[in-house]
T-cell receptor, first 110, second 112 residues
Framework: GEDVEQSLFLSVREGDSSVINCTYT??????LYWYKQEPGAGLQLLTY?????DMKQDQRLTVLLNKKDKHLSLRIADTQTGDSAIYFC??????????FGAGTRLFVKA | EADIYQTPRYLVIGTGKKITLECSQT?????MYWYQQDPGMELHLIHY???????EKGDLSSESTVSRIRTEHFPLTLESARPSHTSQYLC???????????FGPGTRLLVL
């Protein structure tokens, strides 16, 4: 079945780069997303990438997509304490459903 | 910037009460969604709508019901709240292509 998997936790030091990884199963996915959720809040769309792209960069965020391996990553450069949050990977499947991962909890140590 | 609103933000209520969680969006989106999320956990789709008078159940069975009488409004109702309904409820909307979902701030529900 359709599934999106992410590691549950990531801890980095302030100023370092963070890399959050995600794998998905539907090879006909059209869009892949990264959302950020701060405590007690809804999900905020950070960025998305079309399935025919390999990379997308937006300021401190870089998304890499490896379609062959169905692997998506989000790199946050110069990670700040304000980046501490849960990051959700999601895919828009060929069947027009959006499947969310369980979220990666990013802890940034000062 | 997405304009999607949820009220109330926080609700504490006794067992057996009827409650309605409100969700409104001003973007004219056709598609709207309700997710249930325990704190810090994954999202579970409980209801969705592809337009006025269209509602469907999601992947997670829920005792709640929804209605879509107007494009901008997608309320969720629990006829008789129970402690097992304690959770965060997130509403989202998407345009006719539905490629990207925009989320509201969520309603945190505690049933005593």
């Amino acid at each position: 079945g359709e599934d999106v998997e992410q590691s549950l936790f990531l801890s980095v030091r302030e100023g370092d780069s963070s890399v959050i990884n995600c794998t998905y199963t539907d090879s006909s996915s059209t869009y892949l997303y990264w959302y950020k959720q701060e405590p007690g809040a809804g999900l905020q769309l950070l960025t998305y990438i079309f399935s025919n792209m390999d990379m997308k960069q937006d300021q401190r965020l870089t998304v890499l997509l490896n379609k062959k391996d169905k692997h998506l990553s989000l790199r946050i450069a110069d990670t700040q304490t304000g980046d501490s949050a849960i990051y959700f990977c999601a895919e828009r499947t060929g069947g027009f459903k959006t499947i969310f991962g369980a979220g990666t909890r990013l802890f940034v140590k000062a | 910037e997405a304009d999607i609103y949820q009220t109330p933000r926080y609700l504490v209520i006794g067992t057996g009460k009827k409650i309605t969680l409100e969700c409104s969006q001003t973007m004219g989106h056709d598609k709207m969604y309700w997710y249930q999320q325990d704190p810090g956990m994954e999202l579970h789709l409980i209801h969705y709508s592809y337009g006025v008078n269209s509602t469907e159940k999601g992947d997670l069975s829920s005792e709640s019901t929804v209605s879509r009488i107007r494009t901008e409004h997608f309320p969720l109702t629990l006829e008789s709240a129970r402690p097992s309904h304690t959770s965060q409820y997130l509403c989202a909307s998407g345009d006719s292509l539905g490629e990207t979902q925009y989320f509201g701030p969520g309603t945190r529900l505690l049933v005593l």
